[in-house]
């Protein structure tokens, strides 16, 4: 799966991403960083990657409707540290093998993933 993390994560992210066999890319080394928020998404959209992010915009369906995207996966955590942030994507990894993302909207939170799609939640 093809993943593009936004600019307010860690570059670890894409290290757990891509040590699961992922392609991950952050903002930065596309030279997106400061980019608005529908110029990044017409990006992702464009090469074919999921957006992971901790901007909660993303999780607007009006603005970002489910189904017109290769997927948003807006991240929770209780606090956030890089460990915690860490913790949270690893624990997608398996989710991400059995559920499809493409034109979904996943909300992680550290005890549950709510799953958005063309119906709703």
């Given at each position: 799966?093809?993943?593009?993390?936004?600019?307010?994560?860690?570059?670890?992210?894409?290290?757990?991403?891509?040590?699961?066999?992922?392609?991950?890319?952050?903002?930065?080394?596309?030279?997106?960083?400061?980019?608005?928020?529908?110029e990044?998404?017409?990006?992702?959209?464009?090469?074919?990657?999921?957006?992971?992010?901790?901007?909660?915009?993303?999780?607007?369906?009006?603005?970002?409707?489910?189904?017109?995207?290769?997927?948003?996966?807006?991240?929770?955590?209780?606090?956030?540290?890089?460990?915690?942030?860490?913790?949270?994507?690893?624990g997608?990894?398996?989710?991400?093998?059995?559920?499809?993302?493409?034109?979904?909207l996943?909300?992680a939170?550290?005890?549950?993933?709510?799953i958005?799609?063309?119906?709703?939640?």
């Open positions: 799966m093809k993943f593009k993390v936004d600019e307010n994560l860690s570059g670890r992210v894409v290290i757990v991403l891509r040590s699961a066999g992922h392609d991950a890319l952050t903002v930065a080394d596309q030279g997106l960083k400061g980019s608005e928020d529908a990044l998404t017409a990006h992702a959209k464009a090469e074919g990657r999921a957006l992971v992010t901790l901007d909660m915009g993303f999780s607007d369906v009006r603005a970002y409707p489910p189904g017109e995207h290769a997927g948003i996966i807006v991240l929770r955590p209780r606090k956030q540290n890089r460990r915690l942030l860490l913790v949270l994507v690893a997608l990894l398996p989710l991400l093998k059995r559920e499809p993302l493409a034109g979904r996943w909300v939170e550290p005890d549950r993933v709510r958005f799609d063309r119906s709703g939640p």
